[in-house]
């Protein structure tokens, strides 16, 4: 179990460290030092710990194994880089996906390519991010044009790379251009 709690804070202090780097490097020094804090409580930690596997989110593992991922509803309702905290009740639909501000669509972005950069280590490119887009995004209960603006980024990275990217970001669309 030692082995699992250390492979699991590891996994995930590497990730928080990345994100952080990334969101630096697009302006976004809070987000950047707040990100994902909630992966240290002891609801998302220690399941975290049990479910531990270092090739892919232990919520998976826990979803598998219970029909649910209670580390997983804790986290994506506490921390607004998903888009699935942006869901509510809309007054055409039951449930629907909620226009995400750009600053947090800025970090999805920067989570989901530090994602994939832990996750496929020496094997990643800039292709990854938008390949694991593809193959969920028919799950996805995503506002329009949040989606719109992630495919946008996603495209911009797998076509043009991460200092492109960066750039893009930090002088054009946080700026709402």
């Known amino acids: 179990m030692l082995k699992k709690v250390i492979g699991h ?5 590497r990730h928080k460290i990345l994100v952080m780097k990334e969101c630096f490097k697009i302006g976004l020094y809070k987000q950047g030092l707040t990100h994902d804090l909630s992966k240290y409580s002891p609801t998302e930690f220690l399941v975290g710990c049990k479910y531990y596997q270092g090739n892919r989110s232990p919520n998976n ?8 991922s209670k580390a997983w509803l804790h986290h994506k309702g506490r921390n607004r880089h998903h888009f699935e905290y942006w869901i509510d009740y809309s007054v055409e639909n039951p449930m629907t996906g909620m226009p995400m501000p750009r600053k947090y669509i800025a970090e999805m972005m920067m989570d989901r390519m530090a994602a ?3 996750y496929n280590g020496k094997n990643y490119n800039d292709h990854f991010p938008l390949q694991y887009y593809e193959k969920g995004k028919h799950h996805y209960m995503m506002h329009p044009q949040t989606e719109k603006d992630l495919v946008k ?19 054009v669309y946080l700026k709402g251009k």
């Open 9 to 13: 804070f590891t996994t995930i202090t």
């Open 153 to 171: 980024l996603l495209t911009i990275l797998d076509k043009k790379g991460e200092d492109y990217l960066y750039r893009y970001i930090r002088q």
């Open 116 to 118: 994939s950069k832990i």
């Open 61 to 68: 593992a826990e979803r598998e194994e219970t029909g649910v």
